[in-house]
């Protein structure tokens, strides 16, 4: 997908302190450094406009959020939310985070280079919302659930801690349990192919804008939780 460049992008992302300009610097201080707190710190890897991340800091003080995104237009629009909540005005005005969202931040960058962001054991969940597919066969090691990104998450991933998708799209759902189940380190702890229709699988689910234009549309969304083999039923 193209996407259209704003110009103001790059100025308001400066601006604000919900975006942390150098996250390498942060490897293995993120709780110390950047939220003051030792809860625990979960991720949402292509986060969009930035819906489900706010609401989840909203509802849950005692979590750390960070949201990933690779596209300074798209972050723009999660940080704008922001001043919809009354939080940041989206302009060299911000407020300083520990004014509201002290459990917040954002980061603008590729998630390949994960590893290099966050140390071993420094994250606690992993979200993955509505994915890019990269339906072509050779980009397939681009996909969020393929075998080599699993094995960015294993680096950072918490003893424990889990990784969940979610999709509309069913070929990417069917290339990503495949990936799992031919995993030696991971497997899948719950899988549903109707998570709407699902009660246990959708107890506290989180719309994602996405989400509540497919779901009203009457597409069945896909969802798996995936946990290391190793761990036994462990989850943070």
């Known amino acids: 997908m193209r996407l259209r460049n704003i110009p103001r992008a790059e100025s308001v992302l400066g601006a604000s302190p ?6 390498s610097s942060c490897r293995g201080k993120w709780a110390e450094n950047v939220f003051q707190s030792s809860s625990p710190i979960h991720i949402e ?11 989840l800091a909203k509802q849950n003080p005692s979590v750390n ?11 723009l629009r999660a940080v704008e939310k922001l001043g919809e909540s009354g939080t ?11 004014d509201r969202f002290q459990n917040l931040r954002f980061v603008c960058c590729d998630a390949a280079g994960l590893p ?36 960015r998450y294993d680096l950072i991933l918490a003893r424990g801690g ?8 069913r070929a990417l759902f069917d290339f990503s349990t495949g990936q799992l189940d031919s995993s030696d380190t991971w497997e899948i702890a719950g899988l549903t192919y109707d998570l709407h229709r699902d009660g246990s699988m959708c107890a506290g689910n989180v719309l994602t804008e996405y989400e509540a234009r497919f ?16 761990e ?3 989850c943070i």
């Open 45 to 55: 890897i292509g986060m969009g406009k930035g819906q489900f991340l706010l609401t």
């Open 116 to 151: 290099d962001f966050f140390a071993p054991g420094e994250i606690s969940r992993i979200y993955l919302n509505f994915s890019d597919p990269w339906p072509k066969a050779r980009h397939a090691r681009r996909r969020l659930t393929s075998r080599e990104y699993f094995s």
């Open 18 to 23: 919900y975006v942390i300009k150098n996250p």
């Open 162 to 169: 889990q990784v969940e998708f979610k999709t509309d799209n």
């Open 215 to 230: 779901s009203s549309a009457g597409t069945p969304i896909c969802k798996l939780i995936a946990k290391r083999r190793a």
């Open 65 to 75: 959020y960070i949201g990933i995104e690779r596209y300074s237009s798209v972050l």
């Open 88 to 98: 940041d005005s989206g302009d060299t005005s911000c407020r300083k985070p520990a």
């Open 232 to 234: 036994g039923d462990l």
